[in-house]
Antibody, heavy 123, light 107 residues
């Protein structure tokens, strides 16, 4: 069964950094663009970033642009999110997400979601 | 950025009721609109993609319609397992954006 497993979440102070990882299995990882989506406690879904299947293009939400970096290692079937200059408003459950279609990075929805890893930023 | 507005924010309905949730985009997104269901404590699940295509494994009581700026998710006969929060999401352009969610409760 297709699977995404996130790790790396934790409790950090404002201004510090954290790196999230997502291990993908049972699908051709290097054929899919990949996303991070987050959900603050009791709130709705917020898209964070996308990376093209080959890593050549990356796009970010305005709220994280310049602070977060999405990357991938196709040889290891791994997706990453480097989070710098963390703020209290970055506190959320972070999901690693796969789009439905290999030929589009996001047009046809996102059909595989991990269970998420929790990031808490507070002093 | 494209803003997505869902209504209502919550609803309560009985088993067997027909339920409709609407989503409006701040500009035309053609048919690039997706719907997700999220049960408490679980990851979201894709129900409908590109406005009206039913995702594999999703019951046929779920349907979607619309284009341009106005979209609708319909549950033809509400079932107990349909309780949860429903989100629309535009996939026309980045940054991708979600609606605020509709909490569906069973009476």
């Amino acid at each position: 069964q297709v699977q995404l497993v996130e790790s790396g979440g934790g409790v950090v102070q404002p201004g510090r950094s954290l790196r999230l990882s997502c291990a993908a299995s049972r699908f051709t990882f290097n054929s899919y663009g990949m996303h991070w989506v987050r959900q603050a406690p009791g709130k709705g879904l917020e898209w964070v970033a996308v990376i093209w299947y080959d890593g050549t293009q990356k796009y970010y939400a305005d709220s994280v642009k310049g602070r977060f970096t999405i990357s991938r290692d196709n040889s290891k079937n791994m997706l990453y999110l480097q989070m710098d200059s963390l703020r209290a408003e970055d506190t959320a459950l972070y999901y690693c997400v796969r789009p439905r279609d290999t030929n589009s990075h996001y047009y046809y929805g996102m059909d595989v979601w991990g269970q998420g890893t929790t990031v808490t930023v507070y002093s | 950025d494209i803003q997505m507005t869902q209504s209502p924010s919550s609803l309560s309905a009985s088993v067997g009721d027909r339920v409709t949730i609407t989503c409006r985009a701040s500009q035309s997104i053609s048919g690039y609109l997706n719907w997700y269901q999220q049960e408490p404590g679980k990851a979201p699940r894709l129900l409908i993609y590109t406005a009206s295509s039913l995702q594999s494994g999703v019951p046929s009581r779920f349907s979607g319609s619309g284009s341009g700026t106005d979209f609708t998710l319909t549950i033809s006969s509400l079932q107990p397992e349909d309780s949860g929060t429903y989100y629309c999401q535009q996939s026309h352009s980045v940054p991708l954006t979600f609606g605020g969610g509709t909490n569906v409760r069973i009476k």
